[in-house]
């Protein structure tokens, strides 16, 4: 009867011992996922940092440049207001020798003429160059191509253009593997991104400060499914 019991209790223990080395496993995948979001919130913070300060250089240089643009503008301007006064001058004098002649017609459209192919164009270049490097450094600034982010507008657009590049990265995902469990992963980080869309979509209606909010709580989960798809493809933060 001894031995019996004994062996009763020795079964007893080992299961008491395997319950705890579970849980313990259990608490150290916990703290690990979340030492992994926390690395990946730090890497985001410092590279928000970092393109901030890109940013602002980067907006430092096209100002000048656009500074140094208005005023080629400007002078090729004024050249052309000078040459259009000569040629107004001598319209005139020839109109009043000849009221209403063909000649006189036909310079004071040369003078229209002109003007408006110079203005015009610089003013539009302008115009162009700057929305276009805003584009570029909002693109930079949110890891997307420049022309993911044209696609999308409003106060979400960048976060818009970010939920597209993470669809693309898990269609390569299923791409790469077509077990059944890369088929759910797929699944689950598509319905995520799918409320995501949703989300930035219904914050566009929200005030300036809750908009701020949703914002900053998109861009979290969007980490965390940045960090999930890298896992996923085996790399690691």
């Known amino acids: 009867m001894g031995l019996f019991s004994s062996d009763r209790r020795s079964r007893a223990e080992r299961r008491v011992e395997a319950k705890a080395i579970k849980a313990k496993a259990r608490l150290e995948a916990k703290f690990a996922s979340k030492e992994r979001r926390k690395a990946v919130k730090d890497r985001h913070k410092a590279e928000h940092k970092l393109r901030d300060k890109e940013l602002k250089r980067q907006s430092k240089a096209a100002k000048k440049a656009a500074r140094a643009a208005r005023k080629t503008g400007k002078a090729q301007v004024k050249v052309a207001q000078a040459e259009a006064k000569t040629v107004a001058a001598k319209s005139k004098a020839d109109a009043d020798a000849k009221p209403l002649s063909p000649a006189s017609v036909r310079r004071y459209l040369t003078v229209g003429r002109l003007v408006a192919p110079i203005v015009a164009p610089v003013v539009y270049r302008a115009a162009v160059a700057a929305r276009g490097r805003l584009t570029t450094m909002q693109a930079e600034r949110a890891g997307v191509t420049p022309d993911v982010l044209r696609k999308f507008s409003g106060h979400g657009a960048t976060l818009s253009a970010r939920i597209a590049t993470a669809r693309t990265s898990v269609e390569k995902v299923s791409a790469k593997d077509t077990s059944a469990d890369a088929k759910a ?46 896992a996923r493809l085996g790399v690691r933060a």
């Open 185 to 230: 992963f797929v699944d689950a980080m598509t319905d995520r991104l799918d409320n995501l869309a949703i989300a930035v979509d219904a914050a566009e209606s929200m005030s300036a400060g809750q908009r701020r909010t949703a914002h900053r709580a998109i861009e979290d989960e969007l980490g965390a499914i940045d960090a999930d798809v890298l």
